[in-house]
T-cell receptor, first 114, second 110 residues
Framework: DAGVIQSPRHEVTEMGQEVTLRCKPI?????LFWYRQTMMRGLELLIY????????DSGMPEDRFSAKMPNASFSTLKIQPSEPRDSAVYFC????????????FGPGTRLTVL | SQQGEEDPQALSIQEGENATMNCSYK?????LQWYRQNSGRGLVHLIL?????REKHSGRLRVTLDTSKKSSSLLITASRAADTASYFC??????????FGAGTILRVKS
């Protein structure tokens, strides 16, 4: 298996632009997580899905952020409009649901908003 | 909010020495996991210890868990330069969601 796949790996955009981050989880995993990592705030959980259904989105910073999982093999995290303070590394991770399992992380998307 | 808090924030040791990192948490947990992150990479799972376990080993890694003190430690024995990375503990509260600590930056000098 190729592991969790994220695209793009790097994204540089200007303030006000829409940004879409993509994630393909490991086949067979039914839980998917979006995290954001910054020096100031560390690793924060934004939202997670079980069986394509959003379970906990309490970490989504504000309405500018939205996430979807239209099927078991694809998820997107969208920021519209983007702001400089959104600059961070965004990770997607997947696992089997039910607890007690390790999470497998993708390589991350480094987002820079100018 | 961060559940696990690692200590120390940074650790610098010589190759061959042992490295110990500690993690404290606040609420009841189902299990606790340790992850490693190399610079510019995603996190990689190292070891999971369940709430009814006290100690677990995996290669050069030894993890302990004290639920009465709400703390865990990660010991890396005979460290190598390749162990240089950030190490995070993560607690499992609701069966799926992990809450990560701020991490310990380990530097192993050769």
């Amino acid at each position: 298996d190729a592991g969790v796949i994220q695209s793009p790996r790097h994204e540089v955009t200007e303030m006000g632009q829409e940004v879409t981050l993509r994630c393909k989880p490991i086949s067979g995993h039914n839980s998917l997580f979006w995290y954001r990592q910054t020096m100031m705030r560390g690793l924060e959980l934004l939202i997670y899905f079980n069986n394509n259904v959003p379970i906990d989105d309490s970490g989504m910073p504000e309405d500018r952020f939205s996430a979807k999982m239209p099927n078991a093999s694809f998820s997107t995290l969208k920021i519209q409009p983007s702001e400089p303070r959104d600059s961070a590394v965004y990770f997607c991770a997947s696992t089997l649901s039910g607890g007690g399992y390790e999470q497998f992380f993708g390589p991350g998307t480094r987002l820079t908003v100018l | 909010s961060q559940q696990g808090e690692e200590d120390p924030q940074a650790l610098s040791i010589q190759e061959g020495e042992n490295a110990t990192m500690n993690c404290s948490y606040k609420t009841s947990i189902n299990n606790l996991q340790w992850y490693r992150q190399n610079s510019g990479r995603g996190l990689v799972h190292l070891i999971l210890i369940r709430s009814n376990e006290r100690e677990k080993h995996s290669g050069r890694l030894r993890v302990t868990l004290d639920t009465s003190k709400k703390s865990s430690s990660l010991l890396i024995t005979a460290s190598r330069a390749a162990d240089t990375a950030s190490y995070f503990c993560a607690t499992d509260e609701d069966g799926n969601k992990l809450v990560f600590g701020a991490g310990t930056i380990l530097r192993v000098k050769s």
